[in-house]
């Protein structure tokens, strides 16, 4: 799988503070040297059985997801600051303390509408 398509538009993301929107609206992460904090969420990929119970059937399996992730990872890190990027365990429980000035949830789809598939 090809990161690149993920990588580039997740730095140049505009990003919003409250107090100063007009002025910071046009900043990325890159622009205004942010961190990025990069959490694994293979359960955001259930579904509900027909027993309304989460199932996981689709989501890609532990090892291959690990590998995959770890390929991520290393490509945001080349392609900005090693040190300004951070992550959790994979496949481990975690809680997450942060601040959200949103909520705003964005989707970066695997492939450009309209693009060929290699």
């Known amino acids: 799988m090809k990161f690149n398509h993920f990588v580039s538009p997740l730095f140049r993301v505009w990003s919003i503070q409250s107090n100063q929107i007009k002025s910071n609206i046009r900043h990325g992460v890159k622009q205004r040297n942010l961190e990025v904090l990069c959490v694994s969420q293979f359960t955001l990929y259930g579904t509900l059985s027909k027993k309304h119970q989460p199932d996981y059937k689709l989501a890609m399996k532990s090892i291959p997801a690990k590998a995959l ?37 964005l989707v970066i789809e695997s492939e450009p509408k309209g693009s060929n598939s290699e």
């Open 69 to 105: 992730y770890g390929q991520f990872l290393s490509l945001l890190k080349e392609s900005y600051q090693e040190d300004k990027i951070f992550d959790g365990k994979f496949g481990e429980m975690m809680d997450v303390e942060l601040i959200n000035d949103g909520p705003v949830t």
